[in-house]
């Protein structure tokens, strides 16, 4: 069975910096690709950076340069090192499949919050 579980968030003021992680199924994990996406209050769920292949990395144009998305093997697991947050960066953080996310492995996520 597949399982993405998010962890890392918090509350953090603006220019900080925060580390988030997601733990994969090892059944899944070097047979497919991954994404990071963030849902905040009232928007649509967005992708945030998407690992497509090794070197290679997607972001969106409002992180760009500030967030680094990486994946560790052997630990089975991704990272998104997130840079000089922002207040608009405030959202639910999730993994899942990337391209194409699967609805029903959507996780619970974690909150990031950017504010004084």
């Known amino acids: 069975q597949v399982q993405f579980v998010e962890s890392g968030g918090g509350l953090v003021q603006p220019g900080g910096s925060l580390r988030l992680s997601c733990a994969v199924s090892?059944?899944?994990?070097?047979?497919?690709?991954f994404g990071w996406y963030r849902q905040a209050p009232g928007k649509q769920r967005e992708l945030v950076a998407g690992l497509a292949s090794v070197g290679r990395a997607n972001y969106a144009d409002s992180v760009a340069g500030r967030f680094t998305a990486s994946i560790d093997n052997v630990k089975n697991t991704m990272y998104l090192q997130m840079n000089s947050l922002k207040p608009e960066d405030t959202a639910v953080y999730y993994c899942?499949?990337?391209?194409?996310?699967?609805?029903?492995?959507w996780g619970q996520g974690t909150q990031v919050t950017v504010s004084l």
């Open positions: 899942n499949f990337y391209p194409a996310p699967e609805s029903r492995y």
């Open positions: 090892a059944v899944t994990f070097n047979f497919a690709t």
